[in-house]
């Protein structure tokens, strides 16, 4: 079946810090993978994706690499700021199931 | 485009009433998720609709729960009757056929609370 794992959190970094947030899934076939971020009290967004092995996904100083023979999509930062205190989420979209499967979010802190 | 549109936004009720959360998807998408959000377990897909018929509702946690997509540009989520245990954020999202790596649209929640 399809299953997406993140590390678990809370994350907590201090400004400039470099961030990693680790994601592997399991699914069959050739899914597209992504990651959205929830900000305090709202709806969560698409933050980057990869649609294929080896495709790299940016957005905001954030970067992701799909890696098929590991299975995994980890997020990085060179240097977070404050403002990028959120949940963020690792989802895969199973190629022709028209659904998402999504972790279960990484509270990420950043302090001054 | 409006994106996916929620209501109420906020809402507080008393055990055992019922309580109806809507939602708008955006235009032209065929496939809509009711998801649930709790500090204690985190996002829970509740049931999902494609092309207005129902695919998959094992995430709805029991009978009081229940939803509806009557057409292409509305949903429902029905507890009744509601208990304290419900209390959650709840997320209506949608999502188009636009082919491999398609974007889920989420809306702002509806966040209630049942006392």
């Known amino acids: 079946g399809n299953s997406v794992t993140q590390m678990e959190g809370p994350v907590t970094l201090s400004e400039e810090a470099f961030l990693t947030i680790n994601c592997t899934y399991t699914?069959?076939?050739?899914?597209?993978l992504f990651w959205y971020v929830q900000y305090p009290g709202e709806g969560l967004q698409l933050l980057l994706k990869?649609?294929?092995?080896?495709d790299k996904g940016s957005n905001k100083g954030f970067e992701a690499t799909y890696r098929k023979e590991t299975t995994s999509f980890h997020l990085e930062k060179g240097s977070v700021q404050v403002s990028d205190s959120a949940v963020y989420f690792c989802a895969l979209d199973q190629t022709g199931a028209n659904n998402l499967f999504f972790g279960t979010g990484t509270r990420l802190t950043v302090i001054p | 485009d409006a994106g996916v549109i929620q209501s109420p936004r906020h809402e507080v009720t008393e055990m055992g009433q019922e309580v109806t959360l809507r939602c708008k998807p955006i235009?032209?998408?065929?496939?809509l998720f009711w998801y649930r959000q709790t500090m204690m377990r985190g996002l829970e897909l509740l049931i999902y609709f494609n092309n207005n018929v129902p695919i998959d509702d094992s995430g709805m946690p029991e009978d009081r729960f229940s939803a509806k997509m009557p057409n292409a540009s509305f949903s429902t989520l029905k507890i009744q009757p509601s208990e304290p245990r419900d209390s959650a954020v709840y997320f209506c999202?949608?999502?188009?056929?636009?082919?491999?790596?398609?974007?889920?649209?989420f809306g702002e929640g509806s966040w209630l609370t049942v006392v």
């Open positions: 699914a069959t076939g050739y899914p597209s």
């Open positions: 990869a649609t294929k092995a080896d």
């Open positions: 235009s032209g998408h065929n496939s």
């Open positions: 999202a949608s999502y188009g056929s636009g082919g491999k790596g398609s974007t889920i649209y």
